[in-house]
């Protein structure tokens, strides 16, 4: 990596996604040939001590106690946003009016006006931006994609796509920020929903044009939490309101003419991250399950569906990594990432998902939540 252009990063947050983040920044380089070394300058959170430690840990050369210090360095060039939803915008905007290119995760913003303000300053700005849908970079799901670019299932009939976890079953476990509207934008909507979206519209090529959509809390009061990292927390003997939903179900129509089912909770006892899509088309058929994640269920023909095994050097990604076989994990999809943001950045191209696919997203979530409050009414998405 010593002849390649060094590019700081600066990133914000050190929790769950940060930890993955500075997994991937520190692996990418290892695995694939860039035309950018990324050095892992500064990590941001408002803890000194805990900052300081997580940047011991995690690989990180320095720290800062606020964001906007770390937008100010001039060691760094790309500012990475690993925050809750409710800062994404504020962060995002003065990184890209600082110059710098930025990396945030999903989903974009908390609303659709903070992903408006977002995707203007992304098309105002000299450096490049990307939303973090970490779930395209899956080689199972990008190999998907391909199958339905090839025209292998021809006209696109049927999606139907569910994310399915159960880490907050529990009525005692404690209300963590990912419960609270004002901090999360929405519950398993936002959080999970936005991935099956995005896959969705990834994977087809269409974007979702109209939702009818109900909405679910199961657990309305919570302990308040004493602590929390990553998806665990403990809690007090004090309560708290939940303020999102628990699961979000819809319909939809796709653009291309495709109908859809779309379902997100955080309360399928037994699942614990299964991110599920079935597409149907005039032609064949292609499923997957994130839970099986170097696996791709493939049907032509109207035959019974086949099992492929996504670790092929040939596999979009893959032949970076391990020999056939040898599977790949959640980590490699961050690492998958940055590969291609920094390849975007070298090269000069628009990196995707970009803010505006973000945007896209956002809208959708908007319609369902929508269509929720009114009755499940069919709701356009806003063009």
Same mark, same amino acid.
């Given at each position: 990596m010593s002849d390649r252009t060094t590019i700081g990063v600066g990133m914000v947050g050190y929790a769950?996604? &940060?930890?993955?983040? %500075?997994?991937?920044?520190? %692996?990418?380089?290892? !695995?694939?040939?860039?035309?950018?070394?990324?050095?892992?300058?500064? *990590?941001?959170?408002?803890?000194?001590?805990?900052?300081?430690?997580?940047?011991?840990? *995690? &690989?990180?050369?320095?720290? @800062?106690?606020?964001?906007?210090?770390l937008v100010k360095r001039d060691d760094v060039q790309i500012v990475d946003i690993c925050t809750p939803g409710d800062s994404h915008a504020e962060i995002a905007?003065?990184?890209?009016?600082?110059?710098?290119?930025?990396?945030c995760e999903k989903p974009l913003a908390n609303t659709v006006a903070e992903a408006e303000v977002m995707v203007r300053a992304a098309a105002a700005a000299p450096g490049k931006s990307m939303v973090a849908f970490n779930y395209r970079?899956?080689? +199972?799901?990008?190999?998907?994609r391909r199958y339905v670019e090839e025209g292998r299932l021809g006209e696109i009939r049927h999606v139907r796509a569910q994310y399915l976890q159960d880490w907050i079953?529990?009525?005692?476990f404690p209300l963590v920020w990912r419960l609270q509207k004002d901090k999360a934008g929405a519950g398993a909507l936002g959080d999970i929903g936005s991935h099956i979206v995005?896959?969705?519209?990834?994977?087809?090529?269409?974007?979702?044009?109209?939702?009818s959509a109900l909405t679910e809390t199961f657990i309305k009061e919570r302990p308040l939490a004493a602590e929390s990292a990553g998806l665990g927390a403990t809690g007090t003997s004090a309560t708290g309101q939940v303020t999102v939903d628990d699961a979000a179900l819809f319909i939809g129509r796709l653009s291309g003419g495709a109908v859809?089912?779309? @379902?997100?909770?955080? !309360? +399928?006892?037994?699942?614990?991250?299964?991110?599920?899509?079935?597409?149907?088309?005039?032609? $064949? %058929?292609?499923?997957f399950d994130f839970e099986a994640m170097n696996e791709l269920w !493939?049907?032509? $023909? $109207? &035959?019974?569906? @086949?099992?492929?095994l996504v670790t092929e050097p040939d596999h979009p990604y893959v032949g970076a990594w391990w020999p056939p076989g040898h599977g790949l994990g959640y980590e490699h999809t961050f690492t998958h990432e940055v590969k291609d943001f920094l390849e975007a950045i070298a090269t000069g191209a628009d990196p995707t998902p970009s803010f505006a696919d973000g945007l896209r997203v956002q809208r959708v979530l908007a319609a369902v939540e929508q269509s929720a409050a009114e009755g499940s009414r069919y709701t356009n998405v806003e063009d």
């Open positions: 769950f996604m &940060g930890r993955v983040h %500075s997994q991937a920044w520190r %692996s990418v380089g290892a !695995f694939f040939d860039l035309p950018l070394a990324p050095r892992m300058a500064v *990590l941001a959170g408002r803890s000194k001590e805990r900052t300081e430690a997580a940047a011991a840990q *995690l &690989g990180w050369d320095a720290v @800062e106690t606020d964001w906007r210090e905007v003065a990184a890209l009016e600082a110059g710098k290119h930025v990396l970079r899956v080689p +199972a799901v990008a190999l998907a079953v529990d009525p005692e995005d896959a969705a519209q990834f994977i087809t090529g269409q974007n979702v044009v109209g939702v859809a089912s779309f @379902e997100a909770t955080r !309360f +399928a006892t037994g699942r614990k991250n299964a991110m599920r899509i079935e597409i149907n088309g005039s032609l $064949g %058929s292609l499923a !493939f049907s032509a $023909g $109207g &035959g019974g569906f @086949e099992r492929i």
